[in-house]
C-alpha cells in the first residue's frame, strides 16, 4: 500500500512538471517577437463602434473613419500619424512590436496605444471611450 501512494505521489509530481515545461515550450513559441521589418509598410486604420460590423463600416462613407498609416522601417510613423493622432488626442510618433501586438509611442516614446494581434495582417484596439480601432495590412 505504501509503495503504490509513493508511486501515485510521484507519477503525479512527474506530470506536474511536465505540463509547466510544455506549456511554457508553447507560449514561447506562440509570443514570437516580430522583427520590425515583418511590420513595417502601410496599412490601414479604421476607426469604429462596437456595434458596427466590417460590411456596414464598409458601407458608410465616412472618410474620417479610415486613413492609411505608414509603419516605417526605422520605427517612426509616416503619413497618418496625424490621422491616428486626432483619434487618440494625443501626438503620435513611433512604433514598436511587441510578442502579442503593435505599439504606438508619443513623444516621449511611452506607449500611447496597443493593438493587439488577432489574426495575420489584422490588429485591434478599444479605446476607453468604447471606440475600436482596427489596423489591416493594405493590400500592395
Partial sequence: MIQNAFTYKATAWLLA??????????MARSLKLADP??????????LNTAQDSPESQALQDKPSNVCSIELKLNQTLGEGADCLGAWLNES?????????????????????V?????????????????????LERAAD
Fill in 17 to 26: 512538471t511536465l505540463m509547466m515545461f510544455l506549456g511554457d515550450v508553447a
Fill in 37 to 46: 521589418s515583418e511590420l513595417a509598410g502601410k496599412w490601414q486604420a479604421t
Fill in 92 to 112: 503620435v510618433m513611433g512604433w514598436f512590436p511587441e510578442p502579442d501586438g503593435i505599439a504606438v509611442t508619443g513623444k516621449e516614446g511611452s506607449r500611447i
Fill in 114 to 134: 496597443f493593438f493587439s494581434r488577432q489574426q495575420e495582417g489584422f490588429y485591434k484596439s478599444t479605446l476607453k471611450s468604447g471606440l475600436i480601432i482596427t
